[in-house]
């Protein structure tokens, strides 16, 4: 587990300095070694030294580079000086997490436990106290007996953790990517999935990846053993997004087809009848991302929209969840979204549980909301930040077996730690704002969460995790990476504060961790969408009711503007000096009005399978609040809300009010009809009708509203043409 590392590449070297997580390619050195390449190179072993607690050892050893004579020479001795590093540097940040009060109280917790050996559990945590005691110093002065006592110390921390009755398993999988002398400086990126916070598995690369899923057993008897069950047939494809069956006996992946796009398959828990299950002929879509569903079809996500991301000019593709029968092909999307899904789970009560990212008329940075929905795609409704600007970014939710309301999940930030972070308990019936509705940060029990808005949220918190999977509510299996020089592992965590390693292998970094066992099957929820319908229903009770109107006077809304979210095609070039970094960056198309009742409530129709969004207008149709994010009803859907934003943790009061004892509204076209709306045809005939008779260019210091020719602009992301009369406004 220890094996020494030796690195042979001089980029890597260049990578500890700066403690970058990302992939990096190895170079050699057979050219002549400049200066700069060495000063770099020791710079970044001597960034080593300084994360040892003890450097007094390892700093005199360093200093002895510069006597090493050439500077070949001396990039030898800094490549050796590292080797020898690497290892003291992982057990550093392994005992760390070695914590006699933690362990104390899982094991007071075990003991409530019938069958479980306390006599056993009591000789190892006396064995474990006397080298605690002893200490492990030498390791930082190359005492090669202080190492071994270290992970001895090591191993009986993980022998007594894995009697803990809520390891009710004896098998796991994981995925093993053999990453060579990288393995110790790359981000999770480099383990198959995103690369960064706003992409899905699309962007991801699709080669030179050498992927292969592994069976860890043996975890009751603390004798972990492993083997491969599993290889992908196409060349460097990576192996990702794991999802074990109820029954235990099969899994879902996403890998790449013969056409190197990628599929969902399935195969045996055992490695054996892999099989592809998204079989669509199209040869644009891909499909990943996917869950089981209890009554035999999946819900994935996949890039059906043929949107892009608009501040990376369209580059990275959308991702929205579908509804696929692998029993007859039968396809159908559900969600209708301006950026992307991820990361579909089926909660307890049958309901899908997965993050949106909303994009639209807000910042951006902080808006990956948990939603959750009907596996038909009604119902979509937040669970957890919605109007929160902490966190950035939850991913990988899972719930817990037994605690109902409360999940587990990743959180991160927007630019910066891709996919990766820390990890949270989270109960929506607390709060489902911010820090309020965070039980625990793991495995920092008693620590305050500091709701910190900034963007790189993660950059530079360790340990890092990612892909937790509870095991119980309070014990989990997850990746982590404890440093910014550890390995990807898979740990043992509980709410105790214990921390312990299952498994990593040399030259090579482990992602996911999924129980071999069975699991109640959730209740099936029958569709309720009506496929033959073109239109949804809105019926809101008191739109005054919630924080959306908070402080409008009742009464003073008379009717809504509705429109719809227009998503700009894949590639389409972005502006960000116009739009603006945080606003809106799409197109709404307007749809029409509707009146409010006069007790606030209001009942409409709306296009189905539309992400649609509410202005509400006064008397004079001025708008009064924007909605700032949008709803989508599934075909025949009657959507139902007690408000506009109201708190979903009360009760709601039901009511009889006006709305409900009449027929839905049609919508009341505007004036122009169905439009999008633009300056060429909103502003510019205002322009033409009161202000162009002086303002036409005629005088100086005057703008000219009249010349409507276009003039390209051009920046950092391309070339643009805008209307003269627009840049003079």
């Known amino acids: ?135 492990y110093n030498g390791i930082y002065v190359g005492d090669k007996q202080a190492m071994v006592r270290a992970e001895k110390a090591l191993n009986l921390k993980r022998e007594l953790m894995l009697q803990s009755p809520d390891v009710d398993v004896d098998k796991v999988l994981t995925v093993k990517y053999n990453l060579g002398e990288r393995a110790n400086f790359v981000g999770a990126g480099s383990l198959g999935i995103q690369p960064n916070n706003w992409s899905n598995q699309t962007t991801a690369s699709r080669k030179n990846f050498q992927a292969e899923v592994i069976e860890l057993s043996g975890l009751k008897s603390g004798n972990v053993q492993r083997r491969t069950i599993f290889k ?74 043929y949107h892009g991301v608009p501040c990376v000019n369209g580059s990275d593709e959308v991702g929205n969840m579908v509804l696929y029968d692998p029993r007859n092909g039968n396809l159908r999307r559900i969600t209708f979204d301006q950026d992307a899904n991820w990361n579909p789970i089926v909660l307890a009560n049958g309901k899908i549980m997965y993050t949106r990212w909303e994009y639209t008329d807000l910042t951006h940075y902080f808006s990956r909301i948990v939603m959750h929905a009907n596996p038909d795609g009604t119902e979509q409704k937040s669970l957890y930040g919605s109007g929160s600007m902490f966190p950035n970014s939850i991913f990988d939710m899972k719930p817990l077996p037994t605690a109902s309301n409360r999940f587990v999940g990743i959180i991160s930030g927007h630019h910066g730690v891709a996919r990766a972070g820390r990890l949270i308990l989270f109960d929506p019936a607390k709060s489902r704002k911010e820090e309020k509705g965070m039980v625990q940060e793991l495995p920092f029990r008693g620590r305050a969460i500091i709701p910190e808005v900034k963007d790189e949220l993660v950059n530079g918190v360790w340990p890092q995790f990612v892909k937790p999977y509870p095991l119980t509510d309070n014990t989990f299996l997850v990746t982590a990476k404890l440093s910014p020089y550890s390995r990807w592992g898979i740990y043992l965590v509980d709410v105790y504060d214990n921390l312990t390693l299952l498994a990593n292998a040399d030259e090579a970094g482990m992602i996911y ?212 009369s627009y840049l003079a406004f």
């Not at 030898?76 to 940040?93: F, N, T, Y």
């Not at 972005?574 to 749809?591: E, F, M, P, T």
């Not at 409507?708 to 051009?714: A, I, R």
């Open 232 to 305: 992908p047939s196409m060349n460097g494809a990576a192996v990702t997004d794991l999802a074990p069956n109820w029954d235990g006996k099969r899994m879902m992946f996403t890998s790449l087809d013969s056409t190197r796009r990628w599929q969902v398959f399935e195969m045996g828990i055992d490695g054996t009848g892999c099989k592809q299950v998204t079989c669509v002929n199209e040869p644009d879509l891909e499909f990943f991302d996917a869950a089981y569903l209890p009554d035999g079809r999946i819900v994935a996500v996949s890039n059906i929209g």
């Open 1 to 135: 587990m220890w094996r020494k590392v030796l690195l042979t590449g001089c980029v890597s070297f260049c990578l500890l300095g700066g403690v970058a997580l990302r992939a990096q390619t190895s170079c050699t050195t057979k050219e002549e070694i400049t200066p700069e390449q060495l000063n770099r190179t020791q710079k970044s072993v001597e960034a080593m030294v300084k994360e040892l607690k003890n450097t007094d050892f390892f700093l005199v050893e360093f200093n002895k580079i510069s006597a090493a004579g050439s500077r070949e020479q001396q990039m030898k001795a800094c490549k050796e000086l590292a080797g020898r590093l690497m290892p003291v540097l992982e057990m550093q940040a392994e005992l760390e997490w070695i914590k006699p009060a933690a362990i104390r109280a899982a094991l007071d917790e075990m003991k409530k436990h019938t069958g479980f050996d306390a006599p056993k559990a009591e000789a190892r945590l006396k064995e474990l106290d006397a080298l605690q005691a002893a200490g």
């Open 513 to 724: 961790s999924i129980p071999v066992k069975s699991r109640p099957v959730p209740p099936s929820i029958p569709d309720r969408v009506k496929l033959e319908e073109k239109q949804a229903t809105v019926f809101i009770q008191d739109i005054y009711e919630g924080e959306g109107l908070r402080g409008v006077p009742r009464g003073q809304i008379k009717s809504f503007r509705v429109y719809a979210y227009e998503y700009a095609y894949q590639k389409t070039l972005s502006d960000h000096y116009n739009h603006g970094i945080q606003a809106g960056w799409d197109i709404k198309r307007l749809l029409g009005t509707v009146p409010v009742e006069e007790d606030g409530s209001a009942i409409f129709k709306i296009p189905a399978n539309t992400p649609v969004s509410l202005q509400p207008l006064d008397s004079e149709g001025r708008a009064v609040q924007w909605m700032r994010s949008w709803l989508t009803g599934m075909p025949g859907e009657v959507i139902s809300c007690v408000g506009c934003h109201e708190d979903q943790n009360t009760i709601p009061v039901p009511k009889r009010v006006q709305a409900s004892a009449r027929k839905p509204h049609e919508l009341k076209m505007a004036e122009g009809g169905v439009r999008s709306y633009t300056f060429k045809n909103e502003i510019q005939p205002i322009l033409d009708r009161a202000c162009i008779a002086c303002h036409n260019g005629s005088k100086p210091g005057r703008p000219n509203f009249k010349d409507t020719s276009f003039v390209s602009v051009t920046d950092w992301s391309g070339t643009r043409y805008m209307q003269k």
